[in-house]
Structures are given as structure tokens and as C-alpha cells.
């Protein structure tokens, strides 16, 4: 008898603990409402190439001319290049070329920027566009034109453009398209007429030239007779932003430095850094 008493009591408890089970509305992991997010993909570069080492020999030639009536040892020097301080060279590097010769002066500026999140939910790659869209709002295109064909990547926004002139890490050209006394000048590239070869020079959006790219064109006197042009430019490759600035002042106050020949060759350089990324 008390036998069966007992298994009477056990069998009531196994029925009441199996009807507890179904009415459980919780998590199977015990916390409910609570859901667990990836952080953002980090860019695709980890680390920058040396920019002093970035040029081909062939291409300084070019960049330079006049080097090669210069004695070996001064050549030596010319290509070598200055590297630019930075506080990182895994964030920021960059390199500078300078030669005096008596047709004039040229330089070379090259800037490499990875740009890091340091948001989890924002990628590196997205952080990298909000700095170029800046580069471009701050470099002050004209209507943005672009090229038939070509869809920008990221469109710049105009309210950030005061503070990103800082970023380009330019220290030359203050005046757009004309010299910065106002005066008429036939080289550079502005009051153009739409559809003039001139007007193909102007400050422009550039395709196929990374992920987004642009091209700026600057005539100014800084403070001297000799007027010098700087064409500057600018693209994005993932998580990379990539400056090459190129300057001319000819040793003559009366000459101006011809944009197409500069533009053609910062261009050409630049193409071949971004091929060297996807390398």
C-alpha cells in the first residue's frame, strides 16, 4: 500500500513539472528582447605604402624635367624625395619632390590617408567617403560637372565643406581658375565658354579613377611677379584617400604654366597609384 502511495506522488509531480514547461514565454537563452549586432566590415587596406618610394624612376623623370643635365649626385637627391611628418605612417604618409632649374620650378606633393572608423556600426569604407565628400565640397567644383557617362559615388555636402579645407594637407594655391590679383590671364582655365577645349581643363569630377575622384586647377602669384599652377588630384580607393599635387612656376614672370600639360601628367600619375593599390 504504501508502495503504491508512492508512485502515486511521483507521478502528480512529473504531470505538474511537464505543464509548467508549456507555458514558459521567455528566450530559450534566458534573455528576452536582446539581440546581437556584427560590427561594421573594417577597409580593405591595414597599412600605406612608403609615398617616398611610390613613383617610378621613369615617371620622377617626366614629373621633373631638367633633371637629366644634372650631375649625378644632384639627381640622386631630386629623386629621392622629403617625407612629410606625420604622427602615424600607418594612418598618414606623405612625400614631397622639388627641382630648381633654369626653366623653372616643378614639385611633387603625395599624401596617403587610410581613414579608420572608430564607430562599430559605421565602416571604414563609409568613413572614407564622408572625409572625400568633404575634399570634394572644399575644393568648390563647378556645378560638380561630370562626365557624360559617370556616376559619382558619394555626392559632397555642402554645409561641411568650410572645415575640410585642412584636410587636403595643401600649403600652395589660393585662387581658382585665375590669378589672385584679379587680373586677365589667356593660360588659365576659367571664363570659359561650355564646349571650348578650355572649358574641358576646368575643375572637374574624374571616372574610373578609384572608387571617386576629382581634379582641381589653381593659378596664383603668392606674393611674387612668377605665377605658378597647381593641379591637384584627388581619389578613393576603399578605405584610402590619395592626394598627388603637381606644381609649375616657369623662371619667367610672362609665361603661365600650361594646365593641359600639368593635368595630363597628374593624372597619368595618378592612375598609376591606384593600379598599384589593386595590385
Same mark, same amino acid.
Given at each position: ?10 507521478? $502528480? ?7 509548467? =514547461?508549456?507555458?514558459?514565454?521567455? +528566450? @530559450?537563452?534566458?534573455? *528576452? %528582447?536582446? #539581440? ?91 568613413? $572614407? ?7 570634394? =565640397?572644399?575644393?568648390?567644383?563647378? +556645378? @560638380?560637372?561630370?562626365? *557624360? %557617362?559617370? #556616376? ?128
Amino acid at each position: 500500500m504504501a508502495y503504491a502511495t508512492g508512485a502515486v506522488l511521483i507521478a $502528480a509531480l512529473a504531470a505538474g513539472c511537464t505543464g509548467d =514547461a508549456g507555458t514558459g514565454d521567455s +528566450d @530559450a537563452d534566458g534573455k *528576452p %528582447g536582446i #539581440t546581437t549586432t556584427s560590427a561594421a566590415p573594417p577597409g580593405k587596406y591595414r597599412t600605406l605604402p612608403d609615398a617616398c618610394r611610390a613613383i617610378p624612376l621613369a615617371t620622377l623623370k617626366d614629373l621633373l624635367p631638367g633633371t637629366a643635365n644634372m650631375p649625378d649626385a644632384q639627381q640622386e637627391k631630386a629623386f629621392e624625395g622629403s617625407a612629410t611628418v606625420t604622427y602615424d605612417t600607418d594612418r598618414r604618409i606623405g612625400c614631397r619632390w622639388k627641382t630648381d632649374v633654369p626653366e623653372g620650378t616643378r614639385s611633387i606633393h603625395l599624401d596617403f590617408e587610410r581613414v579608420v572608423s572608430y564607430d562599430t556600426a559605421v565602416s571604414d569604407d563609409d568613413r $572614407a567617403r564622408e572625409v572625400y565628400a568633404k575634399k570634394e =565640397a572644399a575644393a568648390d567644383l563647378p +556645378d @560638380a560637372a561630370v562626365t *557624360p %557617362g559617370e #556616376t559619382p559615388d558619394a555626392s559632397p555636402s555642402g554645409s561641411d565643406g568650410a572645415d575640410a579645407g585642412t584636410d587636403a594637407g595643401t600649403d600652395g594655391p589660393t585662387a581658382k581658375n585665375s590669378d589672385k590679383d584679379g587680373t586677365g590671364d589667356p593660360g588659365s582655365t576659367g571664363g570659359t565658354t561650355p564646349g571650348s577645349p578650355a572649358d574641358s581643363l576646368q575643375p572637374r569630377l574624374l571616372e574610373q579613377l578609384g572608387d571617386s575622384a576629382f581634379l582641381d586647377d589653381v593659378l596664383t602669384r603668392a606674393g611674387s611677379p612668377a605665377r605658378h599652377r597647381t593641379v591637384s588630384v584627388v581619389f578613393r580607393t576603399s578605405n584610402v584617400i590619395v592626394t598627388v599635387e603637381y606644381t609649375a612656376q616657369p623662371a619667367l614672370s610672362a609665361e603661365v604654366p600650361d594646365s593641359k600639360e600639368l593635368q595630363e601628367k597628374a593624372q597619368a600619375l595618378a592612375r598609376q597609384l591606384v593600379d598599384s593599390f589593386n595590385d
